[in-house]
């Protein structure tokens, strides 16, 4: 596989409601769609998930941009791509930048699917035809507001919910979720907003028989992280941020850090970088689901695909297009049913763009040829 060009576009796609995490609030969602071509004419497309600000991870989507521009599409000009696995590897000098890497790489994947005449899913392995999949709620004003939002998310079908907390906004508002909702699957979700001085509020909600607690401590602890989970009895803490890299999952279990890893694709590097990391949690017996980043419908395909491997027994982070979005960029929404989401079985990622909404929520598009 050779390489004849690339286009980025820079979309930015309205949320239906503003999304509130401990980080802050996002109202739409900004991001590069990435479209390569080979020498065939195929076309694969990758989203750049990175955020406007450094507050998730340190990337920035400009930043992310120009690393995307100047060093990867730069690497790939000119040479003869035999295996898929070699962009990763081509990448991996360049320290760092995850999702500028992931963005890429995962293109070349949807274009190496599509030259295998296949199916992104089967490309990677999967096998199940549809995922069961659960819903992040973001932090709410009140209790009452945030058991009715998981209320219109039940009746909708999700198995799983994921609430975002923060000190003053936790014990109340999850109790107020299992004492609705006794039996539903819930995660707390904390975005590193707590501190050691916060470890018995952490530990009190052992009593709500909740399943995991994410990332309550800085992104770059593991010893926290251990600390609270030798102590708690009943949940697993879950790592979202601390983890990049298959590396990072192998120190957090080798220390006890957590049983479980909200693995997200473009955090870690791309498709290849994920797949070692599931195997390797299969291997252990860690809990590993797929996450999400506010994905538009080619991101959303990755996820779909990814969690559709046999490693991943616990519902992802991956939703309905229509619960984030009014009109998403490409032409096959993805829907929830009876708590599933059906995975794409057409050429690649199985789904493609709507030009028209492209062209709607597209601020520039730049044009490298790479021939």
Same mark, same amino acid.
């Given at each position: 596989m &050779? !390489?004849?060009k690339a286009c980025l576009y820079k979309v930015h796609l309205p949320l239906l409601t503003p999304f509130r995490t401990s980080y802050g609030v996002l109202r739409e969602k900004s991001f590069y769609l990435i479209m390569l071509e080979d020498e065939l004419g195929n076309i694969g497309y990758g989203e750049l998930e990175a955020f406007p600000l450094p507050d998730y991870t340190e990337e920035t989507l400009e930043g992310a941009k120009q690393v995307v521009v100047n060093l990867l599409l730069e690497e790939l000009r000119g040479k003869e791509i035999k295996d898929v696995e070699e962009v990763s590897q081509l990448f991996a000098w360049v320290r760092g930048n995850e999702m500028a890497k992931a963005s890429v790489e995962s293109a070349c994947y %949807? !274009?190496? /699917?599509? &030259?295998?005449?296949t199916s992104l899913a089967h490309f990677i392995g999967a096998q199940e035809k549809?995922?069961?999949v659960g819903?992040?709620?973001g932090i709410q004003e009140n209790e009452r507001i945030l058991v009715e939002k998981v209320r219109t998310y039940v009746s909708a079908g999700y198995g799983r919910i994921k609430v975002k907390i923060k000190p003053g906004a936790d014990f109340s508002y999850l109790k107020a979720i299992r004492d609705e909702f006794p039996e539903i699957p819930l995660i707390a979700d904390a975005n590193s907003a707590y501190e050691e /001085? %916060? !470890?018995n509020k952490l530990l009190r909600l052992d009593q709500l028989a909740i399943t995991m607690i994410e990332q309550p401590f800085g992104v770059r602890d593991l010893w926290l992280h251990a600390k609270l989970q030798n102590k708690l009895e009943k949940t697993a803490v879950c790592l979202d941020e601390n983890i990049r890299s298959l590396e990072d999952v192998m120190q957090a279990h080798a220390?006890?850090?957590c049983r479980a890893i909200n693995l997200k694709m473009a955090r870690v590097g791309g498709m290849l970088e994920a797949l070692r990391i599931a195997k390797f949690c299969k291997q252990t017996g860690m809990i590993v689901w797929c996450g999400g980043m506010l994905e538009a419908g080619i991101g959303r395909a990755y996820n779909v695909a990814l969690a559709a491997r046999n490693e991943f027994q616990f519902p992802g982070d991956i939703? /309905?297009?229509?619960r984030y979005f009014e009109q998403d960029i490409v032409k096959q929404n993805f829907e929830v049913i009876d708590g599933k989401i059906c995975v794409p079985d057409g050429l690649g990622i199985g789904v493609d763009i709507d030009e028209q909404a492209l062209n709607r929520f597209t601020e520039s598009v730049e044009t490298i040829l790479l021939d």
């Open positions: &050779r !390489l004849n %949807d !274009l190496s /699917a599509k &030259r295998h005449k549809e995922i069961s819903v992040s709620v /001085a %916060d !470890l220390f006890g850090s939703s /309905a297009t229509s």
